[in-house]
């Protein structure tokens, strides 16, 4: 993103400003008139009439271009002035002389002459602000800059220049939330149109937050956009941000590579071993197994990889083992009085791919208690995703509560992506 305003483009509406309202006094037989000839775009101007001498004077100086009479004239004429329509043209005429010689400052006190006279129309006034604004962003008065910049976007707060201005301003001058609050302001108005929000706008607002460290705003962004782009390969920037910033705990790690890999986001040879050793560590022989044959399947890991062969080496015996002994656990996990054995039977479900009986018994797990309700509501809800029970599985992720609530919520999105 670059500064779209520049100093070619507020001459521009400087001029236009300047063209508007540089009236000729009309003369009546022995009688000054004090009254202008209204510009054909612009309104009729009633000028005091004990100021009309100064004001022709003042005129008179700016087009010949003499910088100290004009500076004379200027003083007699703001001495003399009595309305905004006296104040307004003065200020016009403070805009010819600053055009003739180029010089930002002069223009910056021209352009807010205009816009103090009272005289300025609204349409008139957002010009002048907006080009009050790049004049002072020419200067590297940030602060000015953003004042002006601002009051444009309270007439019009979809002005996209003035929005990517200030987005670039705050970044520079490292004031990240009010950069991201523009960006979220540009993001609502899309919607608001009925417009999906470019997916840059979405990037740039992230990126924002990352450079910023605007800790309340990562996730969320993160989420919002992924909504709106759920691409793979977005999936994989925005679970590996949750993944650098959530400080999770194992298990909590174990649930977010398991939607890595359900998002079909694991993409390195390394992060299918890690997954997979992880998952045969945790006694899930079955899982760790189907995680290798993925990989290897995908390209991304060969077959003849160290770790590949003892990770398949290390669970292929155990798997029919594992499989036997829980079903044997069921009469156990049932008369039991706490969750314990009915969650241990669930996770054995779940790792060999059998989810209508893992969420069988993580809801029996639950009734009986004793378990950490957030672990097994999200895992519950994995099972219910993976079963095909999408409002099940929506249930049991919104039950989820304190640190893991923001996995739940990126599980949710998966669930809404495949809609």
Known sequence: ??????????????????????????????????????????????????????????????????????ATKLAAAQAAAKNADDRYFIGQMQLTMAQKSSNDAALREAVTAVLNSGGASAEESVKLRRALGSLAVRSKDYPAAIAAFQEVLKANPNDAAVQNDLIVIYREQKQYPQAIAILEQSIAASKAAGQKPPENTYKLALQTALDGKVQGKILPLTREFLSAYPTAQNWGTALDLYRSSSRADDATLLDTFRLMRTAKTLDQANEYLALADTLALGKFYAEARDVINEGVASGKLKASHPGAVQVLREVSGKIAEDRTAIAALEGRARSEARGTMALRLAEGYYGHGMYAKA????????????????????????????????????????????????????????LQSRA
């Open 359 to 414: 969420a069988e018994f993580y809801r029996l797990a639950l009734q009986k208690g004793g378990v950490d309700t957030n672990l097994v509501n999200t895992r519950l809800g994995m099972a219910h995703a993976l079963g095909g029970q999408r409002a099940e599985a929506e249930a049991a992720f919104k039950a989820v509560t304190g640190p893991r609530a923001d996995l739940a919520g990126f599980w949710m999105l998966w």
């Open 1 to 70: 993103m670059k500064m779209v305003s520049t100093l070619a483009i507020a001459a521009t509406v400087l001029t236009a400003g300047a063209a508007l309202s540089s009236p000729a006094f009309a003369q009546k037989k022995g009688k000054e008139q004090a009254q202008a000839a209204a510009p054909a775009e612009g309104p009729k101007r009633n000028y005091t009439k004990g100021a009309m001498k100064a004001l022709q004077e003042l005129q008179a100086a700016a087009n010949a271009g003499d910088p100290t009479d004009f």
